[in-house]
C-alpha cells in the first residue's frame, strides 16, 4: 500500500510531539516539579487518545529514568480515552522484545482494560528486573483488539491506526553512551519506484515495484505462510528501524532465526526482509500486525534536564492482516 504523505505523518506525530514537550517536567536537584494540568488531546488518525509514562504520579512525563540495575523500573501508565468507549490490550516490550509487567498488582504478557469515553486512568507499572545498562521500554495500546472485521475499509484504516504507544530510556547504573550492539542490515537506494514508501508495507509481494496492500490471507491450520516487510526511506534523513511482529497481539519471530532484525537505511534507500509465519490451529480470524520502531536504542532525553534529544522514535504498525484458519 502507498504510504500517506509526509505531510499526513506530521500532522500525526507535531500534536503527540506537543502534548510531551508541554507537559515534560525539568527534573532539578533530584526534586520535580509538579506536572502542569493535562488539557490536551493527542489527536491520532482522528482518534483521541493519549498515553504517558511517569516514574511518580505527581511527576512528569519524562522520556529517560535511572533505574539501579538487577531491578525493574516502577512507575506508572497513563491513558486518556477521549473517543467511544473501548477495549484496549496494553503489552510491554523492552529491547524491543515483548515481556510479562505487573499491571496494578498483575503480571500479565497483555492487560486488558475497558475505557468510558473521556476516561483518564493512571496504572501502576513495574517492568522484570533490567541487567546493567541501557534499555529500551515501550508500552503499546493495542485498540479494538476483539474487532476481526474482514471488510478492505476497515483493514486499511488500521493502518498507522489502532495503536497507541509511549516509550523511555531507561539507564540501569550505566550512561547514555551504553549502547546495546547490534547488527544492522542496510538498505540499498532503489531508484525508479513507482510509489513512494516511507515507513513499513507488509503483503506477499517480493519486489517492492507495487506496493499492494496485503488484507486477508486464508489457509490451513499448521500451513507455513511466507510474507515480505518492506521498508522504506525514500525522503530521508538516514535512519535505523526495529521490526516486531505480532500474531494475535503476542510477538512472534519474524523468521525461525530472527526475532527482531534490525535495518539501517539511508536516506533514498530500500530494504524488504522475509517473515515466516506457522498458522495457528485454532479455526476463525487471527490478528498479524507488524510494527516499526525507529530508531532503536537512541536516548530519548537528557537524563538530567530531560530536554528531548532524539528525532524520528516514533512506532507505526503496518496493516493488521486477517489470517483465517480455516
Not at 118 to 135: A, D, K, Q
Not at 232 to 248: K, R, T, W, Y
Request: aromatic share 10%.
Amino acid at each position: 500500500m502507498v504510504k500517506r504523505p509526509l505531510m499526513t505523518l506530521l500532522l500525526v506525530t507535531i500534536p503527540i510531539m506537543i502534548v510531551f514537550l508541554s507537559l515534560n517536567i525539568f527534573r532539578l536537584s533530584g526534586r520535580a516539579f509538579s506536572p502542569l494540568p493535562i488539557k490536551a488531546t493527542v489527536i491520532f488518525d482522528g482518534e483521541g487518545v493519549a498515553v504517558g509514562i511517569k516514574g511518580i504520579r505527581e511527576g512528569g512525563f519524562w522520556r529517560t529514568y535511572r533505574v539501579k540495575a538487577n531491578t525493574g523500573f516502577k512507575g506508572y501508565y497513563w491513558l486518556m480515552n477521549q473517543k467511544e468507549r473501548g477495549t484496549f490490550l496494553i503489552t510491554c516490550l523492552i529491547d524491543y522484545v515483548q515481556q510479562p509487567c505487573v499491571y496494578d498488582g498483575r503480571s500479565e504478557l497483555l492487560y486488558r482494560i475497558e475505557m468510558r469515553e473521556n476516561e483518564e486512568r493512571y496504572i501502576s507499572l513495574e517492568t522484570p528486573e533490567l541487567s546493567r545498562g541501557f534499555h529500551d521500554l515501550i508500552v503499546l495500546a493495542f485498540d479494538k483488539p476483539d474487532v476481526h472485521d474482514l471488510s478492505e475499509k476497515f483493514r486499511i484504516n488500521t493502518d498507522l491506526n489502532y495503536l497507541y504507544t509511549t516509550r523511555a530510556s531507561l539507564l540501569a547504573d550505566s550512561g547514555a553512551q551504553d549502547i546495546p550492539h547490534v547488527d544492522y542490515i542496510t538498505g540499498q537506494f532503489q531508484p525508479n519506484q513507482n510509489s513512494s514508501l516511507n515507513g513499513i508495507v507488509v503483503n506477499r509481494d517480493k519486489t517492492p515495484q507495487e506496493l499492494h496492500a496485503w488484507t486477508y490471507q486464508p489457509v490451513k491450520p499448521g500451513d507455513i505462510l511466507e510474507y515480505y516487510v518492506h521498508l522504506g526511506n525514500d525522503e530521508g534523513p538516514d535512519q535505523s528501524m526495529a521490526v516486531v511482529s505480532f500474531l494475535d497481539f503476542k510477538q512472534i519471530p519474524l523468521d525461525k532465526d530472527i526475532l527482531v532484525p534490525f535495518a539501517s537505511l539511508p536516506a533514498g534507500s530500500r530494504l524488504t526482509i522475509l517473515g515466516h509465519l506457522v498458522a495457528p490451529q485454532e479455526v476463525g480470524i487471527h490478528e498479524l500486525i507488524v510494527v516499526l520502531v525507529r530508531g532503536p536504542y537512541r536516548l530519548l532525553a537528557d537524563p538530567e534536564t530531560q530536554e528531548l534529544t532524539s528525532e524520528y522514535t516514533w512506532v507505526e504498525p503496518s496493516i493488521r492482516v486477517a489470517i483465517e484458519v480455516k
